[in-house]
C-alpha cells in the first residue's frame, strides 16, 4: 500500500532550469494539492485539485503550473527555478469531505 | 500574518513530563487536524476535530476544541523521546474542502532521556 509516492526525494536545479515534481497516490482520492514549507512559515498551498481536470491556485501559485489528467498523477512544474523556490515540496491527498491529508515524503529542491 | 498560530515555538521537556501545545485560529474553523513531522519526514495524521467541545485520544496524546475560542489543544501526557518532532496545526477554513486550508508555523519539540 504506497500512499502518496513523490519523486525525485532531492533536486539542485541552477537557476532558469525548469523541472516536474511528480506526485501519485493510489488510493482512489479526489483531493490533491500541493505545499512547500519553508522554516517559520510552515506549509503553504502552492495548487490544488479536487478532481481529474479541475486544478486551481492556492495561496502561493507564482512560478508554479499543475495538470490533473488522471485521479491518481498530480505533477507540479517549475517553469523557470528561481532561488526563492528552494524549499521542501509535499503532495498531499484525501477523499475531503472533512477527511484528513495524506502527505508523501517530501522532495527537497535546492535552487543555484 | 499566519491565520493559525501555534504556541509555543519550540518546546524542551523532561522525558515523563505533561506538556500542552495551543493552535489559535483568526477565522471560523470547519475542522482541525493535528499533524506530526519528524525531521526529513513527511507529515503522520495523528488527530482531527470537528465539533466544539470536541476531544480524542490517541495513546498519551489529546486534543481539545473550543470552537467558540478558535483554539484547540494538543496535550501529551508523560512524554518520551519517541514524541520528539514538529507538530503542526492544520485548519479547514472554508466550507469547500481544499480551497482555504491553512498549517500553523509548527512547535518543535525535544524530549531529553
Known amino acids: 500500500n504506497a500512499g502518496v509516492t513523490q519523486t525525485p526525494k532531492f533536486q539542485v536545479l541552477k537557476t532558469g532550469q525548469s523541472m516536474t515534481l511528480q506526485c501519485a497516490q493510489d488510493?482512489?482520492?479526489?483531493?490533491m494539492s500541493w505545499y512547500r514549507q519553508d522554516p517559520g512559515m510552515g506549509l503553504r498551498l502552492i495548487h490544488y485539485s479536487v478532481g481529474a481536470g479541475i486544478t486551481d491556485q492556492g495561496e502561493v501559485p507564482n512560478g508554479y503550473n499543475v495538470s490533473r489528467s488522471t485521479t491518481e498523477d498530480f505533477p507540479l512544474r517549475l517553469l523557470s527555478a528561481a532561488p526563492s523556490q528552494t524549499s521542501v515540496y509535499f503532495c498531499a491527498s484525501t477523499l475531503g469531505g472533512g477527511q484528513p491529508q495524506h502527505f508523501g515524503d517530501g522532495t527537497r529542491l535546492s535552487i543555484l | 500574518s499566519q491565520e493559525l498560530e501555534q504556541s509555543p515555538q519550540s518546546l524542551i521537556v523532561q522525558e515523563g513530563k505533561n506538556l500542552t501545545i495551543n493552535c489559535t485560529s483568526s477565522?471560523?474553523?470547519?475542522?482541525l487536524y493535528w499533524y506530526k513531522q519528524k525531521y526529513g519526514e513527511g507529515l503522520i495524521f495523528l488527530m482531527m476535530l470537528q465539533k466544539g467541545g470536541e476531544e480524542k485520544s490517541h495513546e498519551k496524546i489529546t486534543a481539545k476544541l473550543d470552537e467558540k475560542k478558535q483554539q484547540s489543544s494538543l496535550h501529551i501526557t508523560a512524554s518520551q523521546p519517541s514524541h520528539a518532532g514538529i507538530y503542526l496545526c492544520g485548519a479547514d477554513h472554508g466550507e469547500n474542502y481544499g480551497q482555504n486550508f491553512v498549517f500553523g508555523p509548527g512547535t518543535r519539540l525535544s524530549v531529553l532521556p
Open positions: 488510493m482512489n482520492h479526489e483531493y
Open positions: 477565522k471560523t474553523l470547519y475542522g
